[in-house]
T-cell receptor, first 111, second 115 residues
Framework: GNSVTQMEGPVTLSEEAFLTINCTYT??????LFWYVQYPGEGLQLLLK?????DKGSNKGFEATYRKETTSFHLEKGSVQVSDSAVYFC??????????FGTGTSLTVIP | DTEVTQTPKHLVMGMTNKKSLKCEQH?????MYWYKQKAKKPPELMFV???????INESVPSRFSPECPNSSLLNLHLHALQPEDSALYLC??????????????FGSGTRLTVV
């Protein structure tokens, strides 16, 4: 079956620190992988995606590479800002209409 | 228009009330979804509509009744809810064809409180 395992939070970093949030997946077939971000009181926003192995998704300084050999899609950012404080969800989508979300990782960036 | 619009943003209702949540998109997406999200948890799928037909019902209690009157609108009718139904209700939409390439577009949600 399909599932996503995401790094437990919460994560607290100082501004300009390096961020990694780990995500691994189990899937049948060849899923697409996504990172969503949820700011307090809001819905989920698509941050980046990758649709096949070795693809790198990137947006707003965040990056993630689809690694089929390690079944991973880790989120990274070289220098976080206070405005990056949010909850980050890793997700996969197979050939059906259903998404599978990780449990979410809360990030707080302090000045 | 690249948004999913949900109304109302906040709703407080009693356990005997009947209310409806509304979701609208004009991106030509033919798949629409209702998710329920409790605090500090990921969204949980409730319903999927594909081409205006209900394709997935994740064993949701009958006090939640979805409706898709046309390709742009999705409603969730609420009746006789319980306090534990209090949550953020998220609507999303997506393409149907080449489905795995596309992410969802989420609305901002309706924050529901049942008293």
């Amino acid at each position: 079956g399909n599932s996503v395992t995401q790094m437990e939070g919460p994560v607290t970093l100082s501004e300009e620190a390096f961020l990694t949030i780990n995500c691994t997946y189990t899937a049948t077939g060849y899923p697409s992988l996504f990172w969503y971000v949820q700011y307090p009181g809001e819905g989920l926003q698509l941050l980046l995606k990758a649709t096949k192995a070795d693809d790198k998704g990137s947006n707003k300084g965040f990056e993630a590479t689809y690694r089929k050999e390690t079944t991973s899609f880790h989120l990274e950012k070289g220098s976080v800002q206070v405005s990056d404080s949010a909850v980050y969800f890793c997700a996969l989508r197979g050939t059906g209409n259903q998404f599978y979300f990780g449990t979410g990782t809360s990030l707080t960036v302090i000045p | 228009d690249t948004e999913v619009t949900q109304t109302p943003k906040h709703l407080v209702m009693g356990m005997t009330n009947k209310k409806s949540l509304k979701c609208e998109q004009h991106m030509g997406h033919r798949a629409m979804y209702w998710y329920k999200q409790k605090a500090k948890k990921p969204p949980e799928l409730m319903f999927v509509y594909s081409y205006e037909k209900l394709s997935i019902n994740e064993s949701v209690p009958s006090r939640f009744s979805p409706e898709c009157p046309n390709s742009s609108l999705l409603n969730l009718h609420l009746h006789a809810l319980q306090p534990e139904d209090s949550a953020l209700y998220l609507c999303a939409s997506s393409q149907v064809l080449r489905v795995s390439d596309y992410g969802y577009t989420f609305g901002s949600g309706t924050r529901l409180t049942v008293v």
